[in-house]
């Protein structure tokens, strides 16, 4: 196949660029328009939750909702996994101290670790942030006998589901991301969904600079420290639209796992979907040797994959701070993954060509 296949591109449409065309024609081009309202009610319906706030990516999504957690605490110690795309880390380290924890090798998740932690490292956690790597649900009943609040990024996770509920109402928080490569998208974008008015409330006000529900609304009353993190109005046009195509989307890269799983069979080992959920597969990752000389060898055959992701106490930003860490299943994982194209609109010809593409560089 002589087309460059990349790893991820949106599905957008005409649909999405006539909804865009009505929102700049509305004028109302900002934040905390009436398309935004609806968007964030279309969602709350969408995932059973009873509360949702829309932002502006979804690293704001993570930072907001630990600022409102903070609870008084000036820098409060997060637990969260070093296998992840490193927003989870730089959100924990903008607004306390992150603590590492390595993954389970069969989920990619870390509830294993942080489950089974000692008492006197389990009192020095202020918040837990779990990740839905890849899209697949961590195991929350556990997470929850910790007793701790729980930020999860949800960020890869919009269309998973656990023990028959949609992910967005297991944790006290949840945080997705509407990137472009996302399952729906808004370009940029992100989410934040809760059951608690309380956490609602709060930050509602942090994402629109610290208003309250001004009585007075010609009047700039800050009641708390806030910053700007709101959706525009073009951002929320495109979100609607793809949040219809939702369960579609879940569906197609459901059939497309499938078919990487079916052709490529024993050459490579895969993740293991948490018990009683539904994985939305915002990645298909496989795991291989020969990292680099199966990577370099799928871009020659006009593929594009990607290693997904190096642990966050290996990354240069980070070696001065947690260089010391012993987190063996995470840099175990993270030299045999690699991450195969699974986007919306992919089509089954290139998923077959990419499967058997891959099962014979892997022979």
Known sequence: MNEFIPWARPDIGEEEVNAVAEAVKSTWIGGNGPLTKEFEERVSKKLNVDYVIAVANGTLALICSLQALMKGKPEPVVGVPTFTFIATVNSAFAVGTPVLFDLDVSTWNMEKYIVSIDEKKLSSLDIIMPVDVGGNPVNYDEMKKLGLPIVADSAEAI?????????????????????????????????????????????????????????????????????????????????????????????????????????????????????????????????????????????????????????????????????????PDSERIARKIVSLPIWNGLGEEKVKYIAETARRLLK
């Open 159 to 327: 269309g998973a589901s656990y023990k028959g509920k949609p992910i967005g109402s297991q944790a006290d928080i949840h945080c997705f991301s509407l990137h472009s490569a996302k399952i729906i998208t808004t370009g940029e974008g992100g989410l934040i969904t809760t059951n608690n008015i309380d956490l609602y409330d709060q930050m509602r006000s942090i994402v629109n600079q610290g208003y309250a529900g001004n009585k007075r609304p010609w009047e700039y009353l800050h009641q708390n420290i806030g910053f700007n993190y709101r959706m525009t109005e073009m951002q929320s046009a495109i979100g609607l639209v793809q949040l219809k195509k939702l369960d579609k989307y879940v569906k197609e890269r459901n059939e497309m796992a499938h078919i990487y799983r079916d052709i490529i069979g024993d050459k490579a080992s895969y993740q293991v979907t948490t018990k009683d959920s539904i994985h939305p597969y915002f990645i298909f990752g496989i795991l291989i040797k020969n990292q680099i000389e199966f990577c370099k060898e799928m871009f020659k055959n006009n593929i594009q994959v990607k290693v997904t992701f190096k642990p966050a106490h290996k990354q240069p930003c980070y070696r001065h701070l947690f260089g010391y860490e012993n987190l």
